[in-house]
C-alpha cells in the first residue's frame, strides 16, 4: 500500500538531523480528531467534487492541518506562551 501524501514529504526515518524531523513528525502527527480537513472534505463531496477537486481538497486539508499544527508550536514556545513571560 502507497503511504500518505503527507508521510511522503516527512519521513522521519530518512532525514536529518533525526531529531528535528522527529520533532516535526510528532508536532504534526501527535493525534486528534482533524476536524478541519474532514470539514473540508465532507463539504467538498457534499457539492459533487470530482477526484481531481477531492484531491485538491485533501491537499487543502492538509494544509490547514499544518498550519494549525504551527500554529500550537508556535504558541507553545517560552516566550508566547505567556505575554508575562517576554522580556
Same mark, same amino acid.
Given at each position: 500500500?502507497?503511504?500518505?501524501?503527507?508521510?511522503?514529504?516527512?519521513?522521519?526515518?530518512?532525514?536529518?538531523?533525526?531529531?528535528?524531523?522527529?520533532?516535526?513528525?510528532?508536532?504534526?502527527?501527535?493525534?486528534?480528531?482533524?476536524?478541519?480537513?474532514?470539514?473540508?472534505?465532507?463539504? @467538498? #463531496?457534499?457539492?459533487?467534487? %470530482?477526484?481531481?477537486?477531492? +484531491?485538491? *481538497?485533501? &491537499?487543502?486539508?492538509?494544509?490547514?492541518?499544518?498550519?494549525?499544527? @504551527? #500554529?500550537?508550536?508556535?504558541? %507553545?514556545?517560552?516566550?508566547? +506562551?505567556? *505575554?508575562? &513571560?517576554?522580556?
Amino acid at each position: 500500500t502507497a503511504m500518505p501524501v503527507s508521510y511522503t514529504h516527512l519521513d522521519v526515518y530518512k532525514r536529518q538531523p533525526e531529531t528535528l524531523h522527529r520533532a516535526m513528525h510528532h508536532a504534526v502527527f501527535s493525534g486528534g480528531k482533524r476536524i478541519r480537513p474532514r470539514l473540508l472534505l465532507t463539504v @467538498a #463531496s457534499a457539492c459533487a467534487a %470530482d477526484d481531481t477537486e477531492m +484531491d485538491l *481538497a485533501m &491537499r487543502a486539508g492538509c494544509a490547514i492541518e499544518f498550519i494549525h499544527s @504551527a #500554529s500550537l508550536v508556535h504558541d %507553545d514556545l517560552p516566550c508566547f +506562551d505567556d *505575554a508575562d &513571560r517576554c522580556v
